[in-house]
């Protein structure tokens, strides 16, 4: 076997405020996001949103230090990972594939070419799979492949999920075990698992088996948590009129309250790495609604970053996926049934404040209403939430 590589997927963010208005214009720039009837109006469109709502999209960043730390972790989990795999006597290379922002996708499998790398296993670094997460960088790799063939290694190999490895499990299980902990009555805290969300359509229409596979994970991590904890699940970043899986986070988290839950243990269980979502929408905007609803005791549960337990299980992934028979990507992505992603007859309006999820949320939300107020000149553009 030639030399191994590893490239890691993830959807990448600004570092710092002034990357926020060429990273708002990477996304619109791209017609999985928007898709709109004239393709010549995409990067005129791209252009105008980014620059219309880059200010405030700062001010969201600045909350949490000027910027997203995603690819100075996705650096730190590469390292870990190369470290490992070289100890265990592998001649490995991990890189990195941001869909978004920097190191690119395309940047990644250009020097996997170049370095000569004859076998590469693709992780994604989301747990469990969805179309709008996994599935939408395995589809640039595809289109990337097809656009340049000689980029595809010899051999490659896709990891689809990994929520059910038991290093995983045993990692969450521990900081999950450390946040009860700190609870003044550890045995009354409720566990409450928060998982972005993604619209019903790509459940019961597209056959994503997102939903399944984040209520599994939930038990699997609650059975070998094995403590008495009550626990329930909810669903983070709904936006748009359309319908998204329930319960939704911030309702879920006030009816706990009406319930008597005065201790909350929150759990990101969607991401391992901390980004916008963790460190804006939980810890700010969610904490704040604990409190007003009568919850005394919020602790979050932090992402898995660079824990041991965590870097060692994506190792045994890795190996364990190199050597067993290649999965293609192909054979990940086809959906049970095929369905309008983004319904031209339809205008639908509403946007995320969450920047580093908008690859798993715009391009749910379908066609929105963008073009419309821009061609009719009926007022401003209407982009509420939108960072």
Same mark, same amino acid.
């Given at each position: ?18 990357? =926020? ?21 995409? /990067? ?41 795999? %070289? ?5 490995? /290379? ?36 969805? #179309? ?8 640039? #790799? ?7 063939? %000689? ?7 896709? #990891? ?75 669903? %983070? ?17 006030? $009816?706990?309250?009406?319930?008597? =839950? ?22 700010? $905007? ?61 205008? $639908? ?39």
């Amino acid at each position: 076997m030639g030399r191994l590589g590893v490239l890691l997927l993830n959807l990448g963010g600004p570092e710092q405020l002034s990357d =926020v208005r060429p990273f708002l214009f990477n996304l619109f720039s791209d017609p999985e996001i928007i898709r709109i009837p004239v393709a010549a109006l995409q /990067k005129p469109l791209a252009w105008l949103i980014s620059t219309s709502r880059a200010k405030k999209s700062q001010a969201n960043y600045q909350k949490i230090g000027g910027g997203s730390p995603l690819r100075r972790i996705t650096e730190a989990q590469a390292r870990a990972l190369e470290i490992q795999l %070289q100890a265990q006597g592998e001649n490995a /290379k991990v890189y990195i594939g941001m869909r978004y922002w920097h190191p690119f996708t395309e940047a990644a499998l250009a020097q996997i070419e170049q370095d000569g790398i004859e076998q590469l296993v693709i992780l994604p670094l989301y747990p469990q799979f969805s #179309i709008s997460t996994s599935g939408s960088s395995f589809r640039l #790799i595809e289109k990337i492949w097809g656009e340049n063939p %000689q980029l595809k290694p010899p051999k490659y190999t896709v #990891i689809a999920d990994w929520y059910k490895e038991a290093g995983y499990l045993q990692a969450m299980t521990q900081l999950i075990a450390t946040e009860i902990d700190k609870c003044p009555n550890p045995d009354l805290a409720h566990v409450f698992f928060s998982a972005h969300g993604v619209p019903v359509s790509y459940v019961e229409e597209a056959g994503d088996p997102y939903q399944t596979e984040i209520e599994e994970c939930t038990e699997l991590i609650m059975r070998t948590l094995g403590r008495s904890n009550s626990h329930s699940l909810a669903y %983070q970043s709904k936006v748009g009129p359309i319908e998204w899986l329930k319960p939704y986070t911030e309702d879920a988290i006030v $009816e706990l309250a009406a319930q008597g =839950v005065t201790e909350l243990v929150v759990v990101p269980i969607s991401f391992v790495s901390e980004h916008i979502e963790t460190l804006e929408e939980i810890d700010i $905007e969610y904490r704040e609604i604990a409190e007003v609803a009568g919850i005394h005791t919020f602790n979050r549960v932090p992402a898995l970053d660079t824990n041991p337990i965590f870097i060692q299980t994506l190792v045994d992934l890795v190996l364990r996926a190199a050597a067993a028979p290649s999965l293609d990507i192909d054979r990940v992505t086809q959906m049970k049934k095929k369905i309008k992603m983004y319904p031209q007859e339809k205008w $639908e309006m509403g946007l995320t404040t969450a920047a580093e999820v908008w690859n798993g949320r715009l391009a749910m939300l379908g066609f929105i209403g963008i073009v419309v107020e821009l061609i009719s000149g009926r007022g401003p553009l209407h982009l509420f939430g939108i960072l």
